[in-house]
């Protein structure tokens, strides 16, 4: 199979163009999300270009007047590639590339372009292939210019077939190959996911960009790579962290979410976030200092419910508090979600809050039981003991009935015979405080 033309856009000079549609309630600067996927990209930015449209042209997206106007712009500052905010089909891309003379990527393709580029381990680069793959395939006319008949000889005689046929048809065998491994890796993820469940788990989630590395980092001592660029995180990474008054819970990182990010983009990395969707809490971490703060978070709730996992116990943080602009926007913010946390990763502040709040947060999924069993069932009270909260105990000849809260999740190991179990009601949400482990314990990679 003839090799996918190679999109390659560092060190390159772009125009930016973005078409407003009605549906669209950014405020800020609408280009300035495409812009910093440029950056993170290596393209230099030469200029921009918007139109508001009702509905995009069926040719070229944007209208004639704006076509030529873009064609100027790019004359003017030498420009070798435009990028559109918006997703474009073949037939408008190949229009338009015909009219300025240069490459035209769309914002799906810049994205996918990124991802190739950081994806360290092996899933996520299968994950990317199978995005790249599974846009292109409908694609392939435009990417493909070798339509001439294959030459037909002794015992090939036939119609003959165009080679893009074949091509579809090796580009359906490696899509259908890579979801079969994918599904391979995802049944094992859920395996290595499900043999943590000895812990509580906390997973970060949240716009790309808003911190969720930096937080990871103060909060474990991870020394994971944390950068303020988009997508500086498409691997998951898992480390403990020594939540005050609770004890030690497994916190992760995921792969940051943007508007409008590409279906077929999520399907791909299902395995990825995997420990978002077993996790027993999400945290979710928003940039108090963007003008869109309300619209990434909408965004990511989407992107949450397009996994199936929005209907997860929530932690709303509002990070980078410190930065410009941070006290108006957090403002809004917490009118509509009175009970989300202001933080700063960088500096510190409110960190303490967020722990109570997630150690409260998990302390809802706690029961207020009796559990009554053998004096020498050893065994059991350091179980209830490691995963949950002993508040009394009280002894009858051989037998003792432990006073505790344990979380639901572990609340059938127990039951088994010669334990008896009561149900209490809920009287509250604090939990003992358990030992500090020591540093190394803490940064332990459990991934």
């Known amino acids: 199979m003839h090799e996918l033309e190679r999109i390659d856009v560092r060190s390159e000079a772009a125009i930016l163009v973005g078409v407003i549609l009605p549906q669209h309630h950014f405020l800020a600067e609408p280009l300035a999300e495409l812009e910093g996927l440029a950056k993170t990209a290596g393209v230099k930015v030469r200029g921009r270009l918007l139109q508001k449209r009702n509905a995009p042209n069926n040719s070229t997206y944007l209208g004639r007047g704006k076509v030529e106007e873009l064609t100027d712009l790019v004359d003017r500052e030498e420009a070798n590639v435009v990028l559109f905010d918006n997703e474009l089909t073949p037939a408008q891309r190949r229009n338009l590339e015909k009219r300025t003379g240069v490459k035209v990527l769309d914002r799906t393709e810049l994205i996918l372009d990124i991802f190739s580029r950081r994806a360290q ?185 397009e996994v199936g996992i929005e209907s997860k116990n929530t932690v709303l943080a509002l990070n980078k508090m410190d930065a410009p602009g941070a006290q108006d926007f957090a403002g809004g913010v917490l009118n509509r979600y009175p009970h989300a946390v202001p933080i700063s990763a960088c500096t510190g502040d409110g960190l303490l809050q967020l722990s109570v709040a997630v150690s409260d947060a998990l302390s809802r999924s706690f029961h207020n039981i009796d559990v009554e069993t053998s004096v020498d069932d050893g065994k059991l009270m350091a179980y209830l003991a490691a995963h949950g909260e002993i508040l009394s105990r009280r002894f009858t000849e051989d037998r003792v009935t432990i006073h505790c809260r344990l979380p639901q999740a572990y609340l059938g190991r127990i039951r088994k015979p010669g334990v008896m179990i009561k149900e209490r009601p809920v009287t509250g949400t604090s939990v003992v405080d358990k030992s500090t482990p020591d540093s190394e314990t803490a940064r332990e990679d459990v991934a």
Not at 160 to 181: A, T
Not at 187 to 193: C, D, I, L
Not at 209 to 234: C, W
């Open 121 to 305: 381990t092996y899933e996520a680069r299968l994950a990317v292939e199978l995005a790249q793959l599974e846009y292109a395939l409908p694609r392939l006319k435009r990417m493909w210019t070798h339509l001439s008949r294959l030459n037909m000889g002794v015992g090939m005689r036939g119609p003959g077939e165009k080679q893009l046929e074949v091509d579809r048809r090796l580009v359906v065998k490696r899509i259908h190959d890579l979801r079969s491994e994918l599904r391979v890796i995802e049944k094992r993820k859920e395996r290595q996911v499900s043999a943590r469940r000895d812990h509580m788990t906390v997973s970060l989630v949240g716009y790309t960009n808003a911190g969720k590395s930096t937080l990871l980092n103060v909060l474990t001592e991870a020394g994971v790579k944390a950068e303020d660029q988009l997508f500086a995180t498409l691997d998951t990474r898992t480390r403990r962290w020594q939540l005050p008054h609770w004890g030690p819970v497994l916190l992760s990182d995921t792969v940051g979410f943007i508007r409008n990010l590409p279906h077929r983009l999520i399907a791909s990395f299902k395995a990825t976030l995997e420990e978002a969707r077993q996790a027993d809490l999400l945290l979710h971490v928003a940039d108090a200092s963007h003008p869109n703060v309300h619209e990434q978070i909408a965004a990511v709730v989407e992107v949450l419910e």
